[in-house]
């Protein structure tokens, strides 16, 4: 299994950008997904994640601005991030389990990661 996260770029407050992450010998529809990021000096935090069963859950700080979406026909994942703000400022990576209780752990799947950069 490979996740491949794309989409990190320099962006400017209140921009956009829209990752994805594309997996590889594996079937998306019956897992659970999610984005983390980690910012430096800080610990990794979850952003937002999505239930085998559609649930989706944001981070507080990312609520209405971030979207997360599982394309299971194409068997990859995004996360349409508007209104960026310079806090944005991390490394993404997404995360792949086969339930939502174990995503964040050793038990799933990890893209490499992708920079978001956000300048003020």
């Known amino acids: 299994v490979q996740l491949q996260a794309s989409g990190g770029g320099l962006v400017q407050a209140g921009g956009s950008l829209r990752l994805s992450c594309a997996a590889s010998r594996i079937n998306l529809i019956t897992k659970a997904v999610a984005w983390y990021r980690q910012a430096p000096g800080k610990e990794r935090e979850l952003v937002a994640r999505q239930t085998t069963s559609g649930v989706k859950t944001y981070a507080d700080s990312v609520k209405g601005r971030f979207t997360i979406a599982k394309d299971n026909d194409n068997d990859s994942v995004h996360l349409q991030m508007n209104n960026l703000k310079p806090e944005d400022t991390a490394v993404y990576y997404c995360?792949?389990?086969?339930?939502?209780?174990?995503?964040?752990?050793?038990?799933?799947?990890w893209g490499r990661g992708t920079l978001v950069t956000v300048s003020s």
């Open positions: 995360n792949i389990a086969s339930n939502w209780k174990v995503l964040g752990g050793l038990r799933g799947y």
